[in-house]
């Protein structure tokens, strides 16, 4: 008995020294550690996330006749609707052609999109992430904004070889500048994802907002990116301000929380908007010691 | 047998994965499926020491490789637990002990992600203590509820690669 606690107490100050030792380590070593640790998972989390897929599929595949042609009759309808909106953009895109060329605007082709199923989703007080099925051997970088249509999901934290790691808009770690819908004098205001803390839906705080701003009538504000800081495209939407504004207690400005314009923890499909050359947030994200 | 600390963690791993899976489930209720303290019982009636420690530390990193905690601190965390467990291996002898462990030894390691987690976030959480009490709470029934599965698969594997019964001493 006395051995065992003998070797219980070599064992604590084992487990000190060890500590102290990987405290005093390089970040790079314990940086490749995580890394072979979240390699170690990746295959799993294709296999998850193909299997998804394929129960999809099959679910789909098991539908009747019936249910086959009325989905066709109605995607046929949509079609219709489509085809006509088509028409409206087609005139759009010439007269946008035509005023580019009197102003030889030239059009930025600064990102490369990335389109990537998610795998799973991860969520509590401290961080709301989604792992997505693209990876650094898809040329997906740290830092790259990623969206579904002109919504921001989030951001990549983390890039393994065949996953990523998104911090999602409502992230604690999630930050950016925006403009508000209503706002003439386009002020700019920072949106930052909150800890979550209750049971209900997830959400980012919009703060420095002006005290003499007051929201459209009738319809909630929309919130867009500046496209300022070099990450995010400018106008992509972020949110909507929800409910009405309150004074911060120094008073000098008014905050309010962003609802997502779209359910975060429902999307199948994303794309990583990965810019074609190195910005410097990406820089200051590959210095961080916390992915 | 001195790898079997490595079949383990393999053995395990679909465990963790389903736990993964759950939390995908509870993704929109910000709450996190905890097992990995669960896990941690039944290879520390049996392993020798040094090898459930070797267990411990790969169940610590396999959580926090994706997860934004600072490194090693779980992983450390249940190492020590690890130490306390094999050396005291009669609170472990019979199922309701083993239940009660696990139960406690789960809340410790949430608690210790979830304390380390805020310490690394960027922002400061306020009124955050309903939150962490419901995925203590959760930790703990799902702890309990998911030892006899766990430890079933454990055993079958430590079972199948000639790991003798617990030694009286490590």
Known sequence: MDQNRQGARASYVALAIFFAVWVLLPSAVRRLNREAFAEFQAPALHLVGKSRDLATFWEKKSRSTEEMAAAGRDLARINAALEIKLNALEDVRRENIRLREITRYNVPVEYMSVVARVATRDSSSWWQRIVIRKGRNDGIRPGAPVVFGNTVVGRVTAVHLTTSEVDLVTSPGFRCTAYLEGDDQNHIVLVNGVAANSLGTAKARVSVIPRDYSMPAGQPARVFTTGMGGVFPSRLMLGYLDGGTYATQVGNFKESLLIPSRDLYNLQEVSVLVPLHQNPGEALMQGDQFQ | ?170
Do not use: K
């Open chain 2, 1 to 170: 047998m001195g790898w079997a600390w490595l079949i383990l963690v393999l053995a395990t791993y679909p465990w963790l994965l389903g736990a993964d899976l759950a939390s995908d489930a509870l993704a929109s209720s910000s709450l996190v499926f905890f097992i990995t303290g669960t896990c941690l019982i039944a290879p520390c009636r049996r392993l020798r020491r040094w090898q459930a420690v070797l267990f411990a530390a790969c169940l610590g990193f396999l959580f926090e490789a994706r997860r934004p905690i600072p490194d090693g601190i779980v992983a450390f965390a249940l190492v020590a637990v690890a130490i306390f467990l094999s050396s005291n291996r009669q609170h472990l002898r019979t199922t309701p002990g083993m239940l009660r462990a696990a139960a406690a030894i789960n809340i410790i390691a949430c608690l210790v992600w979830f304390v380390a987690a805020a310490y690394a976030a960027p922002v400061a959480g306020a009124d955050l203590a309903w939150q962490l009490i419901l995925q203590l709470l959760i930790a703990g029934v799902v702890g309990t509820v998911g030892l006899i599965p766990i430890a079933l698969t454990q055993n079958a594997a430590m079972d199948r690669f000639g790991v003798p019964p617990a030694p009286e001493t490590p």
